[in-house]
């Protein structure tokens, strides 16, 4: 199933096609506090993120990308839990947490945030918060990262539906799936253990404007 795709200036780069410097890269991203402290798993160790990139290229039912435009790294994209039988799958995303810093400071030569992998042709995500700093484009950088995996997985997936999990407390994040249009569908009370106490999720939903 491994696959990239480019859409509005967006390069997505499939985890199991990553070189090492990339996957290195993604772990740093998913340790960070700033996505960490709303993932199901507060920390990733090398080696469990090298065995999960290497699974999934075996698994049908999960697909993770790395999504650069031009000269930065946006974050990362997922879809898991695929179904193609009843055409639908969860869907997480995160920020690139370093991006704010690498913008507001310009550091545009060396800067891991801001090179691109020499490929020619995209760690074990959880649920993400939604990001509203804004790209050059004028549009945030969360919101660029969904809207590419929607494509994803409305034309090129053709599904009909996705869903995602976010915790209760993520206030941030669920301003921002409701405004890009996730309908609420309900609560899982006390699906996560992390820190000692239990957390609530709440679970939301889209239908393909296509019509699939």
């Given at each position: 199933m491994a696959k990239n795709f480019f859409y509005n200036e967006i390069y997505a780069l499939d985890f199991t096609l990553m070189d090492k410097k990339d996957s290195l890269y993604v772990l740093e991203m998913r340790n960070h506090a700033q996505v960490a402290q709303y993932m199901y798993s507060s920390h990733i160790s090398k080696q469990g993120h090298t065995d999960f990139i290497k699974g999934l290229?075996?698994?049908?039912?999960?697909?993770?990308?790395?999504?650069?435009?031009?000269?930065?790294?946006?974050?990362?994209?997922?879809l898991s839990r695929i179904n193609l039988t009843h055409k639908n799958a969860y869907i997480g995303i995160y920020k690139n947490p370093f991006l704010d810093t690498c913008v507001q400071t310009k550091v545009l030569a060396k800067s891991t945030c801001t090179e691109i992998s020499s490929h020619s042709s995209g760690d074990s995500a959880g649920n993400s918060s939604g990001t509203s700093s804004d790209s050059s484009a004028g549009i945030s950088?969360?919101?660029?990262?969904?809207?590419?995996?929607?494509?994803?997985?409305?034309s090129e997936f053709c599904l009909h539906s996705l869903h995602l999990e976010v915790l209760e407390s993520n206030a941030k994040a669920i301003r921002f799936y409701e405004k890009n249009g996730y309908k609420y569908g309900g609560k899982l009370v006390d699906f996560i253990y992390r820190n000692e106490f239990y957390h609530n999720a709440l679970l939301y939903s889209k239908i393909s404007p296509l019509g699939f």
């Open positions: 290229k075996n698994n049908q039912k999960s697909a993770y990308w790395l999504l650069k435009k031009g000269g930065e790294i946006l974050g990362v994209a997922s950088v969360g919101a660029e990262i969904l809207a590419t995996l929607e494509h994803i997985a409305f």
